[in-house]
């Protein structure tokens, strides 16, 4: 370069897709941790929505209260993947997401349209002021809301593998009815119409059934590095 400087590497997009328990954000978290990148947990920002809607009293089950209201919650996602944040109205929303009623109605909100574009216009912006990069992990990343990502990977695991996971996570939690809930929930988000949970055709499917979760960070680190040296 003319004045000596290093030239800057191009940011590196990465979108990992896949049904619930599958490893995404943890994942995610990693590779995005190892490789300096930034982390995006989408299905965080349509919790946060569904949080905001539960206490402002909205009926659920009316995707027309719900279209009405899609635009008023300020969703705040950071992006450090040693510390993630999610805000509503400056309200720290991190564990109040993960209840057991938003897990519950999050695909009925999620599912409306005018949500799915507001929430994917933050998205995209995120992405576009990645500096050096950034991981997005949901269920739409590499068929919707990034289709240009340089790499898109696909999780897959069986649904007891699934099950078991978050069993262990939520202790004490019973097996069956947590296969149940993590069925229900991607049969919903694989049905909707706008922008369901599928595949991208030039995403590369792990299924991480047997692998360990170090497995499934080292193969996408590696996904990832060959990329980025056109290998
Ligand atoms: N390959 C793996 N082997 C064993 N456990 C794993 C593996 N991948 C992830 N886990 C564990 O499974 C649980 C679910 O993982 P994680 O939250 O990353 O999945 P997810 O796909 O992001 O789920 P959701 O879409 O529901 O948010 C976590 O406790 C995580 O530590
Ligand atoms: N790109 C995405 C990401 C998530 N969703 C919806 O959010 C729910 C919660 O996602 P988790 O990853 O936190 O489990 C998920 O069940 C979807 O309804 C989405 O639609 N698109």
Redesign the pocket.
């Known amino acids: 370069m003319e004045n000596g400087a290093a030239p800057t590497a191009k940011p590196v997009i990465v979108a990992i897709d896949?049904?619930?328990?599958?490893?995404?954000?943890?994942?995610s978290k990693a590779v995005a941790a190892q490789l300096g990148l930034s982390y995006l947990d989408t299905?965080a920002q349509y919790r946060a929505i569904t949080w905001w809607m539960v206490n402002n009293g909205i009926d659920l089950t009316d995707p027309t209260a719900v279209a009405a209201v899609a635009g008023k919650a300020d969703i705040v996602s950071g992006t450090d993947p040693a510390a993630p944040t999610i805000t509503v109205d400056g309200v720290d929303v991190a564990a109040a997401i993960r209840t057991q009623e938003v897990t519950s109605k999050v695909s009925a909100v999620s599912a409306v349209p005018e949500v799915r574009a507001r929430i994917t216009e933050l998205q995209r912006s995120l992405a576009a002021r990645a500096e050096r990069g950034i991981v997005v992990?949901g269920r739409d990343i590499g068929t919707t809301v990034l289709p240009d990502a340089d790499l898109k990977i696909f999780?897959t695991?069986s649904p007891e593998?699934?099950a078991a996971?978050?069993s262990?996570?939520l202790k004490g939690a019973d097996l069956h009815a947590t296969r149940e809930a993590l069925i229900k929930r991607d049969t919903a988000d694989s049905s909707r119409k706008t922008s369901p949970l599928a595949k991208a055709d030039d995403a590369v499917e792990v299924d991480?059934t047997e692998?360990?979760?170090a497995?499934?960070i080292e193969c996408v680190v590696t996904l990832v590095e060959e990329k980025r040296t056109g290998k």
């Open positions: 896949g049904p619930s328990g599958t490893g995404k954000s943890s994942t299905g992990e999780l695991a593998a699934r996971r978050r262990g996570e991480t692998l360990t979760l497995q499934v």
